[in-house]
């Protein structure tokens, strides 16, 4: 069963997302926060898999909540939700680590199978912020140095990992197992220095790697 943690100060919105993530099957609401300092508190001891984190809160907001979450001995996963697609929002998401950026109105079945493929390691974007995330992630920088340190299976990972597949979907698509991809993810965001898959992504289009 796949946890979640619900972070919103807006009661109504948290409760149409517990009635849609608990109508899934395979993934279950544990708690619910109001601001972002009750969701690092019940992430700590409940230690969910993902939380589904608003951006704009009162108090400690999302973005703030989100780079304390990431410094947690068991990190989960951070989706930040919000009802605007802002630049300066996807871009303060990313950089406080999370793992994908969606709106509010995204329809039932996309917002679940978003949360199941960051579930299996993957990244998830809103088709409306698609963009704004390839621009944030693009421009000059020594990126492509970088890159020239991995070995080709390595870059070929990196290369789809850039795209947003999970680890069971680069598995599927170069014939590798489940654990033989989380290996070189390991090893791959060592040696880019990166934080999470988001960084390695970032690392990906600036140096060029996902226009091949």
Not at 18 to 42: F, H, K, N, P, Y
Not at 113 to 130: C, D, E, I, K, M
Request: negative net charge; glycine residues 10%.
């Amino acid at each position: 069963m796949i946890t979640v943690l619900l972070a919103d100060d807006d009661s109504a919105a948290r409760q149409s997302l517990r009635t849609i993530v608990d109508s899934s099957g395979d993934l279950r609401v544990v708690a619910e926060a109001w601001d972002g300092r009750s969701a690092i508190d019940q992430a700590r001891v409940l230690l969910p898999d993902i939380v589904l984190m608003d951006i704009r809160m009162p108090g400690t907001d999302g973005i703030a909540a989100t780079r304390a979450l990431r410094r947690l001995p068991a990190p989960p996963a951070v989706v930040a939700l919000t009802a605007f697609g802002d630049d300066a929002y996807v871009e303060q998401a990313l950089a406080a680590g999370a793992v994908g950026f969606l709106l509010k109105d995204t329809p039932p079945g996309e917002l679940l199978g978003a949360l199941r493929n960051v579930a299996q390691g993957g990244a998830v974007f809103a088709p409306a912020v698609t963009g704004k995330v390839i621009d944030v992630m693009t421009g000059d920088g020594p990126e492509a140095a970088l890159v020239q340190s991995l070995t080709d299976r390595q870059l070929d990972v990196l290369r789809l990992l850039a795209h947003g597949l999970s680890n069971q979907e680069i598995g599927a698509e170069l014939g590798m197992t489940e654990g033989t991809v989380k290996g070189h993810v390991s090893q791959i965001l060592e040696r880019l220095g990166a934080a999470n898959r988001v960084a390695a992504a970032r690392i990906a289009y600036r140096a060029g790697l996902c226009d091949q």
